[in-house]
């Protein structure tokens, strides 16, 4: 008996442990920008903290310096963050002027691990517009980052950067971290490893416009990315390369090119082509599905096979959405800054949930109308559904960029109106509308029962993730945010133009 009355407390003590593990929820790494394919912009982190505090040090996990413009929205992989910025505070004094940057940091305490720097495209500022630094989120899987430059390159990265050697076959680094004629850098240990390079405008004709956006989509063998296709400034009064693809498809393992859309999206661009591809299961059926700069949703067949080297089939068309089927289709550049009347255009990600697309689209922020809804789509037809494919249509506020998040039957999308919206993901119907005192362009992010939303004014908005409105924070952070949430492995991280935060619940 005493041995049983002595074993007995530890017994206890070491259920009681079980108990308390089982009931944690691990977390997960976020290794591209939304959900795995479907693009959706949540997540299954829980513990995650509903009232944020910068100023309370065990909330904050760390704090990365960033440049001063920061556009691009944080990945965290293998115990990697990486974020796209520019180079006015340069990490590395070798790196001197205007580039764009893409830095990794560790992710457990923030310090800075090495970078890719890339020098602007110098001939025509609208291909590369100043200051503006790298805007793509990186995309990685396993010990490899697939990255669109702001040069428009795609490139395959080593997740090690240079500190593990110079692995190739991609050898020049040095000189692709200088202006052309420049004299070449020695490749340092905190240097990105290039390992192949696709060099998009020279390779596929394409004239990027503004700033080269792509977040992409990684499925087998195979790397979907959109190219930035877009008006030649200044008048934006035409497409500078109309034949040139919206979307193309590399092999992971060499960047050889293998596909591309043929289906003249580019002679139908308003502004330019900034939606990043989506991917979801359709009864079965893989598709792949992506958002034109003409307002128009595309399925596609996924690639299944390497072609010859040389040729380029064109990807094979399963069906197309006009999200705006009244909208001027002629001489469409003669309603740049038109304010009232205009084409739409699709800047946010398509998000594929239960055989469903939720698009936000409407007139560009810069040069159209002001009218954009958020619009629930039958991904399940074929051919033109126009009009079969349509299940509600929701109006926003104002211009849109962001990409909604769907969670528990409800969906929330932000404005650049300065709105967030929760409807029923179901039928459309409103539930609550939230003014956030300043201009949007970031995502929401669902998660842990909560809704994260920064705006261009720097101000973090939390809500609760349900049908009643309930502000559970509101807190001003350094500087703009027009970065997307991400949460991962327990922790927030928010990105504002200048830092990014890694913040915990201070229970942790």
């Not at 020279?202 to 503004?210: A, F, L, N, Q, S």
């Not at 293998?258 to 009864?283: C, D, M, Q």
Request: hydrophobic share 35%; charged share 20%; glycine share 10%.
């Amino acid at each position: 008996m005493t041995f049983v009355r002595e074993l007995l407390p530890r017994c206890i003590s070491c259920a009681t442990i079980l108990l308390f593990l089982s009931a944690i929820a691990w977390g997960e790494d976020r290794p591209q920008w939304g959900e795995r394919f479907s693009r959706n912009m949540v997540s299954p982190e829980t513990g995650l903290p509903a009232k944020i505090d910068p100023a309370d040090a065990k909330g904050v996990k760390w704090v990365a310096r960033l440049g001063t413009q920061t556009w691009s929205t944080p990945v965290i992989s293998g115990g990697k963050v990486l974020i796209g910025t520019n180079n006015d505070v340069p990490r590395d004094p070798r790196n001197q002027g205007d580039r764009g940057v893409l830095m990794c940091f560790n992710e457990k305490d923030g310090s800075f691990c090495w970078q890719l720097a890339a020098p602007k495209l110098s001939d025509d500022i609208y291909k590369d517009w100043p200051q503006v630094g790298m805007v793509s989120p990186a995309t990685v899987e396993g010990d490899r980052v697939y990255m669109v430059t702001n040069r428009g390159e795609v490139v395959c990265l080593d997740v090690g950067g240079m500190a593990n050697g110079n692995d190739g076959p991609y050898k020049d680094e040095g000189r692709h971290m200088v202006p052309p004629g420049d004299k070449p850098l020695d490749a340092a240990a905190t240097d990105a490893d290039i390992l192949w390079l696709f060099d998009v405008p020279i390779e596929c004709g394409v004239y990027p416009h503004d700033s080269a956006h792509g977040s992409i989509l990684v499925h087998g063998q195979f790397l979907y990315v959109n190219t930035s296709s877009g008006l030649h400034g200044p008048a934006h009064k035409q497409i500078r390369s109309p034949d040139a693809p919206s979307l193309i498809v590399l092999d992971k393992a060499t960047g050889q090119i293998v596909a591309r859309e043929s289906e003249g999206i580019g002679h139908k661009i308003f502004h330019s082509t900034w939606s990043s591809p989506a991917l979801g299961e359709v009864n079965g059926r893989t598709l792949v599905f992506f958002c034109g700069g003409d307002g128009v949703c595309y399925a596609f067949e996924p690639v299944t096979t390497v072609p010859p080297k040389g040729t380029v089939p064109k990807l094979k068309l399963v069906w197309r959405f006009d999200c705006d089927p009244t909208a001027p289709k002629e001489n469409i550049h003669d309603y740049i800054r038109n304010r009232q009347e205009s084409p739409s255009n699709i800047k946010s990600m398509p998000v594929f949930y239960k055989n469903r697309l939720y698009v936000t689209v409407g007139g560009d922020i810069w040069w159209g109308k002001e009218k954009a809804w958020l619009q629930c789509i039958d991904a399940t037809g074929t051919g033109d559904v126009t009009k079969t494919g349509p299940l509600w249509s929701y109006p926003l506020n104002e211009h849109c960029c962001s990409t909604p998040s769907i969670r528990d039957g409800l969906a929330f999308a932000a404005d650049c109106g300065r709105h967030v919206h929760c409807v029923d993901a179901e039928t459309g119907k409103p539930y609550w509308t939230h003014d956030c005192e300043g201009e949007i362009w970031a995502s929401t992010l669902a998660a842990d029962g909560k809704v994260y939303i920064g705006t261009r004014r720097g101000q973090l908005w939390v809500f609760a993730a349900s049908k009643e409105k309930q502000v559970l924070c509101s807190v001003r952070l350094d500087s703009p945010i027009d970065a997307s949430p991400v949460a991962a492995n327990g922790t927030l991280y928010i990105a504002t133009m200048k830092s990014l935060y890694a913040f915990r619940t201070p229970a942790r």
